[in-house]
């Protein structure tokens, strides 16, 4: 972190998403309005799922730890933005910036790997129903739902590493509402290749294998409900992943463009917009598009609320 006539870094200004006190004032309440759906929306899914035996299935299980993940991903990155908004106070220690910068993908990692199981969960569903109860049993669900969360924190922790013993000289600017790895090794004294190449590598790797993977898992599905001779067949077997495939194109359609884009200078705003919908909009939407499009959860949310 010394060299020359570089200083110390020891915390960074977050810049936001405005500077404009009454855009803030405003931004502010939106954002507390939605945090606070985010965190009872996915709370109430993995109650729902916890007390309703007849919700202890995979597919149920896997939701539920989406949940979970959803509201330590979204806890990351709002509630110090909130508090940006709130006091106008955008600083954010050395310490602080690469912890928020790993739980942020840690967290965004894990939802991804589980992502791809629940895809893999409904390709079992439909293309191998006889088969279905002893490829996804309870413990090759618990195993494969345990994988998820142990991959999604060890992944990024070489790049976090190499990046955090970067030079930051006196650039201690972020223009960025979070600790991006690309906004943190714009502020680099001396760019380092290495560490841009396997920043870049793991995210790619990541994003392509989940994504090819689920892709390839509705290649099956779709392969199989086109061959189901009824149109009422059809519709019910496709209803069953309609929602996961809204929420994997969301989410994976936002991060891809930012983290598996060329190099180059690139609009702040725009990235700062995109960087919004799957940090905030995706887990505000996620318990909404997964309960409202199921019938057997609402009835056990009925229940739950009414008891």
Not at 74 to 86: D, H, I, W
């Amino acid at each position: 972190m010394w060299g020359g006539n570089q200083t110390q870094v020891k915390e960074f200004i977050l810049h936001g998403l405005s500077s404009n006190q009454e855009v803030q004032a405003a931004l502010f309440a939106l954002f507390l309005v939605m945090y606070t759906l985010t965190i009872v929306g996915n709370t109430m899914i993995i109650m729902v799922v916890y007390s309703d035996l007849r919700l202890h299935k995979p597919m149920y299980f896997l939701l539920s730890n989406l949940s979970f993940a959803e509201i330590w991903y979204t806890t990351s990155t709002v509630p110090n933005m909130l508090f940006g908004f709130l006091t106008n106070n955008k600083a954010i220690s050395f310490t602080g910036c690469f912890l928020q910068f790993y739980f942020f993908f840690s967290f965004g990692t894990t939802e991804c790997f589980l992502l791809t199981v629940m895809g893999y969960d409904r390709y079992l569903a439909i293309c191998q129903p006889l088969r279905y109860n002893v490829l996804m049993s309870s413990r090759i669900c618990f195993s494969l739902a345990t994988s998820c969360w142990i991959a999604g924190f060890l992944w990024f922790v070489v790049p976090i590493i190499l990046i955090s013993q970067l030079s930051f000289c006196n650039l201690n600017g972020i223009n960025h509402f979070l600790c991006d790895p690309g906004p943190l090794l714009e502020l680099s004294c001396l760019r380092d290749y290495a560490t841009e190449a396997t920043s870049s590598a793991c995210s790619s790797l990541l994003l392509i294998s989940t994504f090819s993977f689920t892709v390839i898992s509705y290649g099956f599905i779709l392969r199989t409900v086109v061959r189901i001779p009824s149109t009422s067949g059809r519709l019910k077997a496709f209803s069953t992943c309609a929602s996961h495939l809204i929420v994997v194109t969301m989410f994976f359609g936002c991060v891809m463009y930012m983290y598996m884009r060329p190099s180059g200078n690139h609009p702040f705003y725009i990235d700062k917009v995109v960087a919004v919908l799957y940090t905030v909009v995706t887990p505000l939407l996620n318990p909404v598009i997964y309960s409202l499009r199921n019938k057997e959860f609402l009835r056990s949310a009925k229940k739950l609320i009414c008891c």
